[in-house]
C-alpha cells in the first residue's frame, strides 16, 4: 500500500498557496514600492534643484561682492583724492580750522547690515557725501587759487628798486629828438648805466628783443590782458617763456635803442591800450 501519495498532494497544495500569497503580498507592496520610489525621486529632484539654487545664489554673491569691492575700490580712490586736495590747501593756504566744511560721516559703513541691499544704500550714502564734499573742496581750491592769482599778478611796485627820478610822465610831451609834441606811451626813470630793473608783478616773459626804437627790450604777461613793457635795456636776463615773480630782476638799465641818455621807459598795458603807469607806482 502506498500512503505518502496524499502528503505529497498536501504539499504542492501548501506551496501553491504559498505561491499565491506571495503574490498577493507583492501586489500589495507595489504601490507602496511604488510611492517610495516617486518620493525618492522628487527628493532626488528637488536636491538637484536646490543645488542649482545654491550654485546660483553663491554666483550671485559672488557678483554681489564684486560689485562692493569696485565701489570700495572706487570710494578708497576718491577719498584719496580729497584727502590731497585737503592737504593742499592746508599747506597752500595754512587752512587748518578755517575749512568751512563737514566732514563726511563715517555712520553709514559703521552700523549693521541687512544683507547686500543695506549695504549697497549705505556705499551709495558715502559716495555721495564724498562726492558733494569734493566738489567743495574742488570750487573751494578754485577760488583761493584765483585770488592767489590774482594777487600776486596784480601790477604793484617800481620797475626800479629802491626808486629812480621820474623823468617823463605818460601823456603829451616834447619830442627829445624832433622837438615836436608826440603822446609818450609810459614811464622815464633816470638811473646808472647796468642799474637792476625789476618786475612788477609776477608773469610769464613774453618778448625779449632788440626792438629799432625800444632798444633791448622785455615784455611780461601777467595774464587777463594785462602786460609790462621795460624798454632802452643794456642787458635781458630772462628768456621768453621763463617765468618771473614779482620783484625779480629781469634786465640792466641802459640806452639802447631811440634814448638820449641811460633811463628805463616802463610801460602798462590792458590788452593793446596803453594806462598811466603812475598808477600803479607804489605811495
Known sequence: MNRPAPLAGAN??????????????????????????????????????????????QRSQQRQLGRIGQRLGQLQAELGQ??????????????????PLQRLDANPLQRPFNGFAGLHLALTQVSEQTRAYGMTLAAL??????????????????PV????????????????????????????????????????ATGVVSVVEQ???????????H?????????????????VGERVDKGQYVALMGRTGRATGVHLHYEVLKGNKQLDPARFLPN
Open 82 to 99: 580729497l584727502s590731497a586736495v585737503g592737504q593742499r590747501l592746508v599747506r597752500d593756504y595754512d587752512l587748518v580750522d578755517e575749512l
Open 223 to 239: 595774464g587777463q590782458g594785462w602786460t609790462t613793457r621795460y624798454a632802452h635795456l643794456d642787458t635781458q636776463l630772462v628768456q
Open 211 to 221: 626792438h629799432p626804437d625800444f632798444g633791448g627790450l622785455v615784455e611780461i604777461n
Open 161 to 200: 628798486p629802491g626808486g629812480s627820478r621820474m623823468s617823463s610822465t605818460f601823456g603829451q610831451r616834447r619830442d627829445p629828438f624832433t622837438g615836436r609834441t608826440r603822446w609818450h606811451r609810459g614811464l622815464d626813470f633816470t638811473g646808472k648805466l647796468g642799474q637792476p630793473i625789476a618786475a612788477t
Open 12 to 57: 504542492a497544495r501548501f506551496r501553491l498557496s504559498d505561491y499565491r500569497l506571495f503574490l498577493l503580498l507583492a501586489v500589495l507592496q507595489l504601490p507602496v514600492i511604488l510611492y517610495l520610489y516617486s518620493q525618492w525621486q522628487n527628493a532626488e529632484q528637488q536636491q538637484l534643484q536646490l543645488g542649482r539654487q545654491l550654485e546660483q545664489q
Open 141 to 158: 581750491e578754485s577760488l583761493l587759487l584765483s585770488l592767489h592769482i590774482n594777487e600776486i599778478t596784480q601790477i604793484q611796485g617800481h
